[in-house]
């Protein structure tokens, strides 16, 4: 159970079928659409390239990248030559690439065009562009690669970087397993079949993209790239390529459902598109717009990138039908029942316990927190839950670790703390997440000022925004007298989140 066993399907039964379709407009030359044949070809030229500069079974290649074709083709090319793909958030500030970088051990980093000046100082041994300096240096086309020698699903395939409750990102070692049994998971919930065209909207580091490049790719879909989310452009390529499937976050779904308000004509995909929706319980009437408005079947999923992701899966069910609208998208806004051969149960503390074949292996050179994350044969997810008795579905109440998720990425309130509590006009901090009906949820900072030091709210973020990437940065700065804390000096968040949540059945949106 490798990588492999996807685009060696591909090849074989889809060699002269539409593979992927790259994004049209980037800074880079877009890699031509390719057939099935066609993309193992180049991704035996990345392999072999990777031959020629000596980079052994193990050794970590480093990708910063939007959603390209070139991202793609190394998500196959790194993991089944028996190296190890580090997918890095394009979205982190230098320092937080360049520790990734230098915490994975990367021998090799790759790095878009648009990010190349901003990241500059961030190095490795092998240091590549995508675009036209990998394709006249690195790729080797034609060259037959070495194979993998001894392939092993136990072997670790990416390592992905996820905000934890640290102010560093922990690396989730995702073996070859863990990524197999999850994209196939995920590809029968959503019932995915040759006839699909799936459309990227979710972005490819992001715990590989799901895994869906991999399903997509075993079962002959065609695969279209989009760079950037953008409501109209979603819509339109939904149009061009009759796109059926599509992954994201609620934020995702919110910029469709603005852009088809103003859109001409009928919206594309009526009856058509399905679409799967995590990162954060959307709003049931979120759900309800999407099945009225664009007439696209809604699914979730819950699952996070130590899960590689899916853990749950909902969908309508056919007795769901007769439900007035409002309580079937109740329903669905509901994490699920777990996925096929997952197990789920809430410890006494209320938080969510996993085990699976797709659980992680580990943090990369992090024994003390892999100790912690994996304790009696459970993953913890950090998240407080609740499982219906009558159904067996999920709900998620509120999560037990310092984690945000705003429009789908995770944030870490203590990283935000450290940055705020950088600024020299502040004594105390204390980072929370506020909801938000664009981002599901937003960062909001509790800030008290030194004695005699003077700040407003637009100083404090503008502040963060320069130490760390933007969509970590506080959306709103409340200033305070005192911070209240426990009698060992502890803060209870849970106590500064009530107000703001007060009137909601859950303390996620």
């Given at each position: 159970?490798?990588?492999?066993?996807?685009?060696?399907?591909?090849?074989?039964?889809?060699?002269?079928?539409?593979?992927?379709?790259?994004?049209?407009?980037?800074?880079?030359?877009?890699?031509?659409?390719?057939?099935?044949?066609?993309?193992?070809?180049?991704?035996?030229?990345?392999?072999?390239?990777?031959?020629?500069?000596?980079?052994?079974?193990?050794?970590?290649?480093?990708?910063?990248?939007?959603?390209?074709?070139?991202?793609?083709?190394?998500?196959?090319?790194?993991?089944?030559?028996?190296?190890?793909?580090?997918?890095?958030?394009?979205?982190?500030?230098?320092?937080?690439?360049?520790?990734?970088?230098?915490?994975?051990?990367?021998?090799?980093?790759?790095?878009?065009?648009?990010?190349?000046?901003?990241?500059?100082?961030?190095?490795?041994?092998?240091?590549?562009?995508?675009?036209?300096?990998?394709?006249?240096?690195?790729?080797?086309?034609?060259?037959?690669?070495?194979?993998?020698?001894?392939?092993?699903?136990?072997?670790?395939?990416?390592?992905?970087?996820?905000?934890?409750?640290?102010?560093?990102?922990?690396?989730?070692?995702?073996?070859?397993?863990?990524?197999?049994?999850?994209?196939?998971?995920?590809?029968?919930?959503?019932?995915?079949?040759?006839?699909?065209?799936?459309?990227?909207?979710?972005?490819?580091?992001?715990?590989?993209?799901?895994?869906?490049?991999?399903?997509?790719?075993?079962?002959?879909?065609?695969?279209?790239?989009?760079?950037?989310?953008?409501?109209?452009?979603?819509?339109?390529?939904?149009?061009?390529?009759?796109?059926?499937?599509?992954?994201?976050?609620?934020?995702?779904?919110?910029?469709?459902?603005?852009a088809a308000a103003d859109w001409s004509g009928e919206v594309p995909?009526?009856?058509?598109?399905?679409?799967?929706?995590?990162?954060?319980?959307?709003?049931?009437?979120?759900?309800?717009?999407?099945?009225?408005?664009?007439?696209?079947?809604?699914?979730?999923?819950?699952?996070?990138?130590?899960?590689?992701?899916?853990?749950?899966?909902?969908?309508?069910?056919?007795?769901?039908?007769?439900?007035?609208?409002?309580?079937?998208?109740?329903?669905?806004?509901?994490?699920?029942?777990?996925?096929?051969?997952?197990?789920?149960?809430?410890?006494?503390?209320?938080?969510?316990?996993?085990?699976?074949?797709?659980?992680?292996?580990?943090?990369?050179?992090?024994?003390?927190?892999?100790?912690?994350?994996?304790?009696?044969?459970?993953?913890?997810?950090?998240?407080?839950?609740?499982?219906?008795?009558?159904?067996?579905?999920?709900?998620?109440?509120?999560?037990?670790?310092?984690?945000?998720?705003?429009?789908?990425?995770?944030?870490?309130?203590?990283?935000?703390?450290?940055?705020?509590?950088?600024?020299?006009?502040?004594?105390?901090?204390?980072?929370?997440?506020?909801?938000?009906?664009?981002?599901?949820?937003?960062?909001?900072?509790?800030?008290?000022?030194?004695?005699?030091?003077?700040?407003?709210?637009?100083?404090?973020?503008?502040?963060?925004?320069?130490?760390?990437?933007?969509?970590?940065?506080?959306?709103?700065?409340?200033?305070?007298?005192?911070i209240p804390r426990t009698a060992t000096g502890k803060i209870q968040k849970y106590r500064l989140r009530e107000p703001y949540?007060?009137?909601?059945?859950?303390?996620?949106?």
């Open positions: 159970m490798t990588v492999a066993d996807f685009l060696e399907r591909a090849e074989l039964g889809f060699a002269t079928a539409p593979g992927v379709v790259d994004e049209p407009v980037q800074p880079a030359s877009p890699v031509p659409a390719l057939t099935y044949g066609q993309l193992g070809e180049r991704v035996r030229a990345w392999q072999a390239g990777l031959d020629a500069l000596g980079v052994g079974p193990g050794e970590r290649v480093a990708v910063v990248s939007h959603n390209s074709a070139r991202l793609l083709e190394l998500l196959f090319a790194v993991p089944m030559s028996g190296r190890i793909c580090v997918p890095v958030n394009f979205r982190l500030r230098p320092g937080e690439v360049d520790y990734i970088v230098r915490q994975s051990g990367a021998s090799v980093l790759l790095v878009d065009p648009e990010l190349d000046a901003a990241l500059a100082q961030v190095t490795a041994r092998h240091r590549f562009v995508l675009g036209e300096q990998t394709e006249s240096e690195l790729m080797r086309h034609g060259v037959e690669p070495r194979p993998w020698a001894e392939p092993d699903e136990d072997a670790t395939a990416t390592i992905n970087y996820t905000s934890g409750t640290t102010a560093r990102p922990k690396g989730v070692q995702l073996t070859h397993r863990n990524i197999w049994v999850s994209a196939l998971t995920l590809a029968l919930h959503t019932r995915v079949w040759e006839r699909d065209v799936y459309l990227h909207t979710l972005p490819m580091f992001h715990c590989n993209g799901w895994g869906m490049q991999y399903a997509a790719a075993g079962l002959g879909v065609k695969q279209v790239v989009l760079r950037k989310v953008d409501g109209p452009e979603i819509l339109r390529r939904v149009q061009e390529h009759g796109v059926t499937l599509m992954c994201g976050a609620p934020a995702v779904w919110n910029a469709v459902l603005d995909g009526r009856d058509r598109v399905r679409i799967v929706c995590a990162g954060a319980p959307p709003p049931s009437r979120t759900i309800q717009r999407v099945r009225e408005e664009l007439g696209w079947e809604f699914t979730q999923i819950y699952g996070l990138t130590e899960t590689s992701p899916l853990l749950t899966f909902n969908r309508a069910r056919p007795g769901d039908e007769a439900l007035p609208a409002d309580e079937q998208a109740r329903r669905l806004s509901r994490a699920g029942l777990p996925a096929l051969g997952v197990k789920l149960r809430v410890a006494d503390s209320g938080e969510v316990l996993a085990r699976s074949n797709v659980v992680l292996a580990g943090y990369w050179d992090s024994p003390r927190e892999t100790a912690e994350a994996l304790q009696d044969g459970w993953f913890h997810t950090g998240d407080g839950g609740s499982i219906d008795p009558a159904d067996g579905h999920l709900t998620i109440s509120d999560r037990k670790k310092d984690v945000i998720v705003t429009g789908g990425e995770n944030v870490s309130s203590i990283e935000v703390e450290d940055a705020v509590f950088s600024h020299p006009a502040v004594a105390e901090v204390a980072v929370i997440g506020v909801p938000d009906e664009k981002w599901g949820e937003t960062i909001k900072a509790l800030v008290v000022l030194a004695p005699g030091a003077e700040a407003d709210q637009a100083e404090i973020i503008a502040h963060c925004k320069q130490r760390m990437a933007g969509y970590k940065a506080p959306t709103s700065v409340e200033f305070r007298e005192s949540w007060t009137g909601r059945d859950r303390e996620v949106n």
